[in-house]
């Protein structure tokens, strides 16, 4: 159980940022794309 | 076994690259040759009497079903050779003669249904002729390059195929074998291509270029090919055909499995089936994103053609559309679950079959949820409107979005199960690999969530609409990041015991059946969709319909015209494969024959 817990919070918690990230390129980039476009 | 020398690979490698760079140079090179300086006159401006009517048949109707019949076959035999030629590489990298067996049956089913590609693009081009004159000719003006190149491109279509089958047998071993395999991928180029020519054919009557206001051309034919819309649907198709060719090679499959009369044939057919449906789900999981870029682009195009898709009179094929689609993804997923059958190890995994049934279930309901409900009005009365307050918010975009990616995340566990089915990991840290893909999974599908969720209801539309394009990303990443860690996690993996091919339940063919009936009936909808939003023009603001038929007809009409041809489809499907299985019969009448 010990080498099935801690592997997954950590997989969590460096997943979850990995995509919270991935989310924030692209949302902004997006968002930038359009402030240039007006 | 004699392997060709690389020189005489890379020879055979150069030919072929200098057969795709003519074809370049051909395609590219419409504009360089075109009659710049002819005179063109503007689209015709026709009446109703400028449509003729011969012997009582419906014009529109004829042309419909022999385009959509046409459609139907070419989508099956372009994609066959793609997978034969994958398999047929497989076979020779892995030398199991098994898969170029495969190769060479998937090809002779699509040896005969290439015939009848053929027989109905001329009853196609005879209809059309005959029913749009004016229509046809204004095209045919301008691609006539396309049209002249397309019909040469046809032969030498025919040629390599014929070749290529003919000569399975013939060219096999060492330096032929790379012969063959060059042939196969020279079908597939000049296959890919006569695809390309024709849906630019298409899409300039949706999205017409290379033409001013009233339709005079400028002489540039790449401009005219080069539209809008091409693009958008060159890829939507591509994958589409792959998806379809498989579900069809599918079907026949189990049509051998439940007539074969051995248990060895069962086996084969068994094994066969497996692999149809693999290439089926492969080509399925990127299909939805294909066909929201498509949307997407319509909608940036045209937004008149973009809500009449998907907001206006035919938003409710698109609620048949999403039973269609999440038929799909239930039959290919049961049809996985049935064959973890085959392995003695699979009852580790059937305890979770049933969450990913309540997952899949789940995101059906959501996907085929509607925006605007069609009531009576007591029942509008009732409701308070046409919105329903708690199922109402499920009827837009991002929930259709997100429904979809879970669907296709929980179909890639599936095929994970599946995969893992037969092996015991050896790895001492299987335990962590475990737990880290749980995670990814989880992580991926609370982002999937949160995207929809938070972009597609509490911030403004332009967030609604960009937010898909994260969630197709950590889709891939999920599905691609777990099949590589389950790949280290399974390396040297113990088998459980030899995978009994042939034990799966004769329902699990019927599975591959409802695959196939599925795929055709929805790309006939979606088929008339995209033609239908045209309304009353050949080409969209160009030149108009007149004909008594430019109106667009009721959903219950449409969806009978889509449904006959597909039983007309499928019936000479019946026929290609009983073809294909009398071929192989043989009769030895005693005393015919003189000795």
Request: net charge positive.
């Amino acid at each position: 159980m010990k080498g099935y817990v801690l592997p997954f919070f950590a997989g969590l918690v460096v997943c979850s940022a990995g995509f919270l990230a991935l989310d924030a390129l692209l949302m902004n980039l997006q968002g930038l794309s359009l402030i240039f476009q007006q | 076994m004699m392997k060709a020398r690389p020189i005489t690979r890379y020879t055979t490698l150069g030919l072929f690259g200098l057969l795709v760079c003519g074809l370049g140079i051909m395609f590219t090179g419409f504009d360089l040759s075109g009659v710049l300086a002819a005179e063109y006159a503007p689209a015709p401006k026709l009446t109703a009497a400028d449509y003729p009517t011969i012997a009582g048949v419906n014009s529109r109707v004829a042309v419909w079903i022999f385009a959509q019949l046409h459609l139907w076959f070419a989508a099956f035999v372009l994609a066959v050779p793609i997978f034969v030629f994958i398999i047929e590489v497989i076979g020779m990298r892995t030398r199991d003669k098994r898969y170029d067996d495969m190769a060479y049956e998937f090809i002779k089913v699509a040896i005969t249904a290439y015939s009848l590609t053929a027989i109905l693009g001329g009853a196609l081009l005879f209809s059309l002729i005959l029913f749009y004159p004016h229509l046809f000719n204004y095209l045919a003006v301008i691609f006539s390059e396309s049209m002249f190149y397309y019909a040469l491109l046809f032969f030498a279509e025919s040629a390599v195929l014929y070749i290529y089958y003919y000569g399975w047998h013939w060219l096999q071993g060492g330096f032929r074998k790379w012969v063959h395999l060059t042939l196969g991928l020279t079908l597939n180029a000049v296959g890919t291509t006569l695809m390309l020519l024709a849906n630019a054919w298409l899409t300039f009557m949706m999205s017409p270029a290379g033409v001013d206001g009233a339709g005079v051309f400028s002489g540039d034919a790449w401009a005219a090919i080069h539209n809008f819309l091409w693009n958008p649907i060159n890829i939507h198709r591509f994958v589409a055909n792959i998806a379809y060719g498989g579900s069809i090679v599918g079907a026949y499959a189990a049509f051998k499995f439940l007539t074969a009369g051995s248990k060895e044939a069962r086996a084969h057919y068994d094994w066969m089936g497996y692999n149809a449906n693999f290439i089926a789900i492969c080509a399925l999981l990127p299909l939805p994103f294909a066909g929201y870029y498509l949307a997407a682009e319509i909608y940036a195009y045209s937004q008149q053609m973009g809500i009449t898709l998907m907001g206006g009179i035919f938003a409710w094929l698109f609620i048949i559309q999403a039973v269609l689609i999440g038929t799909l993804f239930l039959s290919a997923n049961y049809y996985l679950w049935c064959g973890m059958g085959r392995s003695d190890g699979a009852k580790r995994y059937t305890k979770y079959i049933k969450y990913i049934a309540i997952v899949l279930v789940g995101a059906f309901l959501v996907w085929f949820t509607p925006h605007t409900l069609v009531l009576s009005n007591a029942e509008l009365k009732a409701l308070g409107g046409p919105h329903h307050k708690i199922l109402g918010p499920l009827g837009i975009m991002p929930a259709k979005n997100t429904a979809v990616n879970v669907m296709i995340i929980f179909t890639a566990l599936s095929f994970m199960f599946y995969r893992r089915a037969n092996k015991i990991a050896t790895v001492n840290w299987v335990n962590a690999g475990n737990a880290f893909q749980v995670a990814l999974f989880t992580a991926g599908i609370i982002n999937i969530m949160f995207l929809g969720i938070y972009h597609g209801y509490f911030t403004n539309t332009v967030y609604k609409v960009a937010a898909s394009i994260p969630q197709v990303l950590t889709t891939v990443v999920v599905i691609v990041g777990s099949i590589t860690l389950d790949s280290f996690i399974y390396k040297n993996a113990r088998e459980v015991a030899p995978l009994h091919w042939g034990r799966i339940p004769g329902r699990a063919q019927y599975a591959l059946f409802l695959l196939a009936v599925a795929f055709t009936w929805l790309m006939g909808l979606m088929g008339y969709i995209r033609s239908g939003i045209r309304q009353h023009w050949h080409v969209v603001d160009i030149m108009r319909d007149n004909s008594t038929e430019a109106f667009t007809p009721t959903l219950g009409y449409a969806a009978n015209v889509v449904s006959v041809a597909a039983i007309i489809f499928m019936a000479m499907v019946i026929f290609v494969f009983w073809i294909a299985q009398v071929s192989s019969n043989k009769t030895l009448p005693a005393g015919y024959w003189k000795a």
